[in-house]
């Protein structure tokens, strides 16, 4: 039997105010579950990132969480504009957020690029004027390596 | 090691009304049998259950102050708030250290001069240290809500003893260079809160503490009051001098005072734990220092005060003007001190974060499946009225083999409903014996 552990979370677009919200129960489960330590600050990085990438971007999304002794898988699925270009949307600075989130602090182009330091896996899956689907898992174990 | 803690709850006292339960900011307290519980684990003696107690059950465990007396050498080590609660009439440097020799102590030592030795430190290991952004360790309870509950920020807290501990160091040294016998100085904190009563108890980053006891403010307060500006005999001694920024730590926003750098100055629990959660997913990353005190106020807001805290404030701000404004730290001897690391913590705090569900992963997550499915079928009010303070917490009890699910009264009600249904259409099934007779009564 498959053993895996399953939350979700909704994420309203440009809600600023409510940003880390998702990650922060991110961090409270993952300390219920005995996850070590150095895995549950890289997944809450991937979580807060991801999150605060719909609240810029999207009209809205789910944060999903999945826990699996062997890894924990963050993934944003949202309904938006989809990425342009993916390449240069990794690149460190590279930003395509409005005015209304720079305003705010937010939208520093660091977002894609923080995800893919701290995930073992990351796959990007985007479809202009649809939405996009952000999966990136975190391996428990070092020999998972081989992915 | 078991975890020593200075508040306690007095039976006697406990209504079982769980207000208490609400406000702690760990969550550290549940109400069962008709009495509060605290999960020591989890307590950070911040005194809050006793600021918010209605029935007042919930106290600090100080010393008596005639353990004073067992010392042939007392020295009272005085928090800098302390100065905020001596109406400015009644105030007179000189006269509050007569004040302290007339209720038995020899010496006066004042915090607010290892405040200013700790803030001289703290600006040296901000330019020196690499992490950002660095947490203040003067508020005990602070610390220890960090260890408990943001875990993953133990790094950030400065690794610099905290005032009264350096404070009650360089007296000790004081005293023994003028030739007073080591065992017969006994130094007691005169401290405005739990929590520090627990640092002494239980230190942080050291395994002992140079203060041998701690006299809670209020008690200290209604022997010293009356004796104000009365010398006592022998009279007593100031062991160090005191300036302006020393006793500003007994406010909020006085450390690291005139640095460089961005800094933050935090006031009262909700504050604090806003900006941990924050750091915690590595927002504020620009910021080199944070200021964070449990009370709201500083430490003038301490739950073993006696003024409110507003009129402590005005208190200290008017006392503060007869002290010289600049700090009185000798340089030469601060830096002699640092370069041989006299500042530092003796060992790194650990984290100590709360227990996981199991600490086996599989199991964990079996547990907070089942957590999720109870949580599911509570009614979301977080009434309290289980001894846990929301639901959340309840469905977490119920997994951990705490509590029972008719705990939550809305649950136990439907089941009660469910019960009188039940009960009801099986007495709507009349025995054959009985059914027999029916009809031929209705005859």
Redesign the interface.
């Given at each position: 039997m498959e053993?895996i552990?399953e939350?979700s979370f909704p994420v309203e677009g440009r809600s600023f105010n409510k940003a880390?919200d998702a990650?922060?129960r991110v961090?409270q489960?993952l300390?219920?579950?005995?996850?070590p330590?150095p895995f549950?600050?890289r997944a809450?990085?991937v979580a807060?990132e991801a999150e605060l990438n719909m609240i810029i971007h999207s009209q809205g999304g789910t944060l999903r969480l999945a826990?699996?002794?062997e890894q924990l898988t963050i993934q944003a699925v949202d309904q938006g504009p989809g990425i342009e270009n993916l390449q240069r949307a990794m690149q460190e600075g590279y930003s395509t957020a409005p005015r209304e989130a720079r305003e705010l602090g937010f939208g520093g182009g660091m977002g894609l690029s923080n995800i893919q330091r701290n995930a073992d896996h990351l796959d990007i899956q985007s479809q202009q004027n649809e939405g996009t689907v952000l999966t990136a898992a975190i391996y428990?174990e070092k020999a998972a390596s081989v992915s | 090691m078991q975890y020593i803690h200075s508040v306690h709850l007095d039976e006697d006292q406990c209504q079982a009304c769980t207000i208490c339960t609400k406000r702690c900011p760990t969550e550290a307290i549940r109400v069962y049998q008709g009495k509060a519980r605290i999960l020591e684990e989890r307590c950070i003696d911040c005194g809050e259950c006793m600021r918010t107690c209605p029935q007042e059950a919930k106290t600090s465990q100080t010393d008596p102050l005639e353990a004073v007396f067992a010392y042939p050498y007392a020295v009272a080590l005085i928090a800098p708030s302390l100065y905020s609660q001596i109406p400015p009439a009644q105030f007179n440097i000189e006269g509050l250290v007569d004040g302290f020799s007339a209720v038995g102590f020899r010496a006066v030592a004042d915090v607010s001069h290892g405040a200013e030795h700790v803030g001289e430190a703290y600006k040296q290991w901000i330019s020196a240290s690499e992490t950002r952004p660095l947490i203040s360790s003067a508020c005990p309870a602070v610390v220890r809500l960090i260890q408990v509950k943001f875990?993953?920020l133990t790094e950030h807290v400065m690794p610099i003893e905290s005032p009264m501990e350096v404070t009650a160091e360089l007296a000790r040294r004081q005293l023994q260079d003028q030739g007073v016998k080591p065992e017969d100085i006994g130094i007691f904190f005169v401290s405005p809160c739990p929590a520090k009563v627990t640092a002494v108890k239980q230190p942080l980053g050291r395994s002992y503490s140079h203060v041998d006891g701690v006299l809670s403010f209020s008690d200290v307060y209604q022997e010293l009051y009356p004796r104000l500006n009365e010398a006592g005999n022998p009279k007593g001694q100031r062991l160090f001098p005191m300036g302006r920024p020393g006793v500003r730590w007994g406010i909020t926003a006085a450390q690291t005072y005139e640095s460089e750098g961005i800094r933050m100055s935090l006031e009262g629990l909700d504050q604090v734990t806003a900006v941990l959660?924050?750091l915690?997913?590595?927002?504020l990353p620009d910021v080199d220092f944070i200021e964070a005190n449990a009370c709201p106020g500083g430490c003038i807001g301490g739950c073993l005060t006696v003024q409110s805290r507003f009129q402590a404030q005005v208190n200290l701000y008017r006392n503060l003007k007869h002290l010289p404004a600049k700090p009185q730290l000798d340089m030469d001897h601060f830096q002699r001190l640092y370069d041989q690391q006299f500042y530092m913590m003796h060992h790194a705090l650990q984290?100590r974060?709360?227990q996981?569900?199991?600490?086996?992963?599989?199991r964990?997550?079996q547990l907070?499946?089942r957590?999720?499915q109870i949580l599911q079928t509570l009614p979301g009010l977080d009434c309290g009225a289980c001894g846990s303070p929301n639901c959340q917490s309840l469905a977490?009890d119920i997994v951990r083999g705490w509590t029972t699910e008719n705990d939550c009264i809305f649950i136990l009600r439907e089941s009660v409903q469910n019960l009188a249904k039940e009960l009801w259409d099986l007495a709507q099934q009349v025995p054959p014996t009985i059914g027999r007779q029916k009809p031929s009564t209705e005859e």
């Open positions: 053993n552990l939350f880390g990650a922060a961090k489960l300390k219920q579950a005995s996850i330590s549950i600050r809450v990085v807060y826990i699996s002794p428990l | 875990d993953e959660e924050d915690s997913l590595g927002k984290p974060p709360s996981p569900l199991d600490p086996d992963i599989s964990a997550m907070m499946k957590q999720e977490e």
